[in-house]
Each structure stands twice: as C-alpha cells, then as structure tokens.
C-alpha cells in the first residue's frame, strides 16, 4: 500500500523568500508522485508530476519537486515566493506497475507575508 | 463535457436522512474517483472505479457510504442515514489514463459537493 506524509500543515513565508514544502512517500513499488494545488475557491489542479523520467521536475508557476529516492521525499520548492503562491498544497502518489487509485497527503497551507 | 461536473454544489440535511451525490467525468476518461475534503483532513479517498473492474472501496469510511458508476460514465456516492460528521466537500475527479504512460494518474477535479449535515 501507497501513502505520503506531508510535515506541516501551515506554512508562512515571506515574500521573495525561498519555499519548500516537505513530502515524503512509501511505496512497495516504484510510485508516481504528484502535487496538486488548491488556491481559494478555486478546485484543484495538477502542479508538477513525476513518472520516473526524471528526478528533477518542473512545474507551472515556477514550482519544482526533486524525486530522492534513498529519502524516500519529493520535496516541493520555489526559488522567490509571490503572493499569488498562497494556496492549499497536496502531495500524491500512486503505483505505476498497475492501474492504481491515488493518495494524497494532509495537505499544506502556505501564507506569504508581505 | 469539458470538465468533471458535479451536483448539487451545495447539500443541506437533517441527520439520518439519505443524500446522493452525483459526478460526470470527462467524457473518455476511464478512471474515476471519489474523496472527502474536511477542514484540516486534507483529501480522504474514498472509492476508485477504472473501466469494467471492480471498483476499490477501502477508502469508504462506513457500511453508509456506496457509490456506483453506471455505463462506466455517471457516477453516484450515496451516503444513507448520514451523521454531522459526513458533513464535508466531496470530490469527484477522473483520469484518462492510469498505470504506466506520460499521461498516467492526471486527475481533473470537479468542484465538489459542500455537504452540510444539521
């Protein structure tokens, strides 16, 4: 069986500085590994994915997520933080051996301050 | 359609009465799931249907909770003698493809279904 842990339920950064919201897996099988993200009101949308292509992935919005697989994470960073970055994030994973469902983590709020 | 639709938006009900929740995916696409969003629970999966298998229901949270999907397109979550603490948005989200491929495990979001159980 899949899961992810996501450490932190709220972060708060300042505008410009770097962000990084934990996510770590577990996996019996090599997994796909997602983040989604909620903004208010608005439903969730795919951020980046990683299908085993390659570990460094690039996202909309300037987001990446690096694939470590000795850590068993799948860390989301962002270089300079904006405003608009203030959203709900969720990391997900599934097993790509077989069709399988999707689990995601608890969730990370994330404030910017101005 | 063009996205995952969901009805109705908003669900008010007395406890103990039953609701049904309805999801239409993106036409095409295989795999459909349902997930409970509660404040601080992050997204509880809830059952997953892909094509003509049987659906994975180790996400439903009790015997109250069903769902099916009808002609591998509609789908339906009944919750029966529902409890204040069903009360939740309840997700709807399908995929084009799953298992192996670029385009594997994308999932498409409804809006969600706000339950409010009084």
């Known amino acids: 069986a899949q899961s992810v842990t996501q450490l932190g339920s709220h972060v708060s950064v300042s505008e410009g500085a770097l962000v990084l919201l934990r996510c770590n897996y577990s996996s019996s099988v090599p997994p796909y590994l997602f983040w989604y993200v909620q903004y208010p009101n608005q439903g969730l949308q795919l951020l980046l994915k990683?299908?085993?292509?390659?570990?460094l992935v690039k996202g909309i919005n300037g987001f990446e997520a690096e694939f470590k697989k000795s850590e068993t994470s799948f860390h989301l960073t962002k270089p300079s933080a904006h405003m608009s970055d203030a959203a709900e994030y969720f990391c997900a994973v599934s097993l790509y051996s077989s069709a399988s469902k999707i689990i995601f983590g608890s969730g990370t709020r994330l404030s910017i301050r101005p | 359609g063009a996205g995952v639709s969901q009805s109705p938006s908003n669900k008010v009900t007395e406890k103990g009465k039953d609701v049904e929740l309805r999801c239409d995916p993106i036409?095409?696409?295989?795999?459909l799931y349902w997930y409970r969003q509660s404040l601080g629970q992050g997204l509880e999966f809830l059952i997953y249907?892909?094509?003509?298998?049987?659906?994975?229901k180790s996400g439903l949270p009790s015997d109250r909770f069903s769902a099916e999907r009808t002609g591998g397109s509609v789908s339906t979550l009944t919750i029966q003698r529902t409890q204040q603490e069903d009360s939740a948005v309840y997700l709807c989200?399908?995929?084009?493809?799953?298992?192996?491929?670029?385009?594997?495990?994308?999932?498409?979001f409804g809006a969600g279904s706000r339950l409010t159980v009084l």
């Open positions: 036409s095409g696409h295989t795999a």
């Open positions: 989200a399908s995929s084009l493809v799953t298992g192996r491929g670029s385009g594997a495990n994308v999932l498409t």
């Open positions: 249907f892909q094509g003509n298998s049987a659906p994975d």
């Open positions: 990683y299908t085993s292509a390659a570990t």
